[in-house]
């Protein structure tokens, strides 16, 4: 469901650095506040968030994140500690204007069903449009399943290269490939650029693990 009109809930910033990002922010303060955590040892970024969704004309997530200029590329691989959770929650990797809840943006989002998609807010308090992308198998045979299976991505990734934005995935394990055609969004100088996690529920925090994270200062470095 869409937010009301004009309605606007604060970010809440913590400007305490966190493995390679800067800072992190509650983006449009959901109902319960975030945390993350970061394992050195294992590379792996724990993150909590309630929020209603990074969709629409704002946002509500946890994003960790570091201010970036140029272009950069972007990956990480999403593991589920609840892989029953609300099927709609979602890792993103994002750049995007601000830290205000309706600012521009464009993000690459793992949902819990496995979909990716690219996505984007071309004006401060726009709606988003998408690309949606899913891949998946034909169910086995003697088992419970039923219809299409959706496979959960090994890796995925966003490399920003000028204006040009290009999502990769790795489906099944394979090198990062591109998914679609680039993207156009337009920036006029420094991004915030990182991982955000929503649980896509307003009031109830769910947990995502995202480790392996690479993000460097150029483009064609997605691995």
């Known amino acids: 469901?869409?937010?009301?009109?004009?309605?606007?809930?604060?970010?809440?910033?913590?400007?305490?650095?966190?493995?390679?990002?800067?800072?992190?922010?509650?983006?449009?303060?959901?109902?319960?506040?975030?945390?993350?955590?970061?394992?050195?040892?294992?590379?792996?970024?724990t993150?909590?968030?309630?929020?209603?969704?990074?969709?629409?004309?704002?946002?509500?997530?946890?994003?960790?994140?570091?201010?970036?200029?140029?272009?950069?590329?972007?990956?990480a691989s999403v593991t589920w500690p609840n892989i029953n959770d609300f099927h709609d929650r979602k890792v993103a990797l994002v750049f995007r204007d601000s830290l205000d809840d309706d600012s521009r943006e464009i993000v690459a989002a793992q949902h819990g069903n496995g979909m990716v998609h690219i996505a984007w807010r071309p004006e401060k308090g726009a709606q988003m449009t998408d690309i949606e992308y899913r891949s998946q198998r034909q169910p086995i045979q003697g088992?419970?399943?039923?219809?299409?299976?959706?496979?959960?991505?090994?890796?995925?990734g966003i490399e920003k290269k000028g204006d040009q934005y290009q999502l990769y995935v790795?489906?099944?394990?394979?090198?990062?490939?591109?998914?679609?055609?680039?993207?156009?969004f337009r920036s006029s100088g420094q991004l915030y650029v990182g991982i955000g996690f929503t649980s896509h529920l307003?009031?109830?925090?769910?947990?995502?693990?995202?480790?392996?994270?690479?993000?460097?200062?150029?483009?064609a470095r997605i691995r």
């Open 47 to 75: 993150i909590t968030s309630a929020g209603y969704n990074i969709w629409y004309s704002r946002d509500e997530f946890r994003f960790l994140w570091k201010k970036m200029t140029g272009d950069v590329s972007l990956a």
């Open 202 to 219: 307003p009031a109830t925090p769910l947990t995502a693990e995202v480790k392996d994270v690479v993000l460097d200062n150029a483009a």
């Open 143 to 156: 088992t419970d399943e039923k219809g299409p299976q959706t496979f959960h991505p090994t890796r995925f």
């Open 170 to 184: 790795s489906w099944q394990g394979e090198p990062l490939h591109p998914e679609g055609k680039p993207v156009t």
């Open 1 to 45: 469901m869409p937010p009301p009109a004009d309605f606007h809930r604060a970010s809440v910033t913590f400007n305490k650095p966190i493995g390679i990002f800067e800072g992190q922010t509650d983006v449009g303060g959901a109902l319960a506040p975030g945390s993350a955590g970061y394992d050195a040892a294992s590379g792996t970024y």
